[in-house]
């Protein structure tokens, strides 16, 4: 199976030209937040309404720009506090981000976040996550120092997934390990990037830009 995972749209329009060619190739569609700039609804529910009217499976979290909806269109579904299955693996999602100096209109304390993510099961395998685990070099600023999520770290330390899929930081766009559990963060989707993960056996993730 091969994953489609973007991150950071920030309500830039061309982004669906190129990611519906492309997702109709591959076995499934991850999103991991900020498609909007601000909490744009409008753009938010077209975004979507797109991607199922081109009948593409899509996974997603909202981001700490980003409002907080539930899907009602067909093949969409939003994992924030949630799990499902596809294709034999458990997908769970965590959206927002922690504490941001710009009072962003999706944002979690740490004590909110791991409520939701004490509410996952045993054995998870892929983890969607809008703020990128902290200390690794997927949630590192330009100034170097570390902004992710420490709850998302401990919880990937306890559960031992096989992927992580998170964003938020754009500069940080890069692939790391921590423990077995591969990192991904494709990079701002508003700039091209995006990653395409194998999960054939040893998961692999590949970045890439349109």
Known sequence: MKLLAITDVHGKTQVLKWLTELAKNLDLLVIAGDVTDWGDEVFFINFYKTLSDSNITTL????????????????????????TTFN????CGIGG????PFNTPFELRDDQVVELLSRFPNRVDVLISHASPYGTKCDRTYRGNHIGSKPVRSFIEKVKLKVVISGHVHEARGIDVLGDTLIVNPGPAMNGFYAIISMNGKPRADLLQV
């Open 60 to 83: 997603f979290v909202p981001g700490n720009h980003d409002p907080y909806h539930e899907s009602t269109f067909p093949k969409i579904l939003n994992l924030h506090g949630e799990s």
């Open 88 to 91: 034999g693996l458990i997908f």
């Open 97 to 100: 981000s922690n504490p941001t």
